[in-house]
């Protein structure tokens, strides 16, 4: 049963760096002591887990990015004919600007795992 308890403040520890939580935060978030948290960040097999959820994290955001874009694409279509609504222009024009990075750093991950697979054998 301790197990089961360290393998869920581990999972929660991971989550909480996975978002961007300082280890201090990511401790407290996730209930247990930083030195615990220092000796699990040592860990390669823990800091792979954490770097796992940060890529399934941005592998979501890049889907709510991509349905996101046709909409602004639709929205900013209409309003090539509009006046006064510069507000409305810039947000369109960051949610393109932004899923096309998003985009590309998702083709460079991938083509650096399929490199890392390669090169593994």
């Known amino acids: 049963m301790a197990h ?19 280890l201090r935060d990511a401790a407290v978030a996730a209930r247990v002591g930083e030195r615990t948290a ?10 792979q ?8 994290m941005v592998s979501r955001a890049l889907g709510r990015m991509a349905d996101g ?11 090539l004919a509009a006046e006064g609504e510069s507000v ?9 600007e932004l899923g096309v990075k998003l985009r590309e750093f998702a083709d460079v991950e991938e083509r650096f795992a399929a490199l890392e697979r390669r090169a593994e054998g």
């Open 38 to 47: 220092t000796r699990r960040w040592a860990d390669p097999t823990f800091r």
């Open 49 to 56: 887990r954490v770097a796992d959820l940060r890529g399934e």
């Open 88 to 96: 409305r222009l810039g947000a369109c024009r960051a949610m393109l």
């Open 4 to 22: 089961r308890g360290r393998r869920n403040a581990d999972e929660n520890l991971a989550l909480a760096l996975a978002s961007g939580q300082t």
């Open 69 to 79: 874009m046709a909409e602004a694409a639709d929205v900013l279509r209409s309003l």
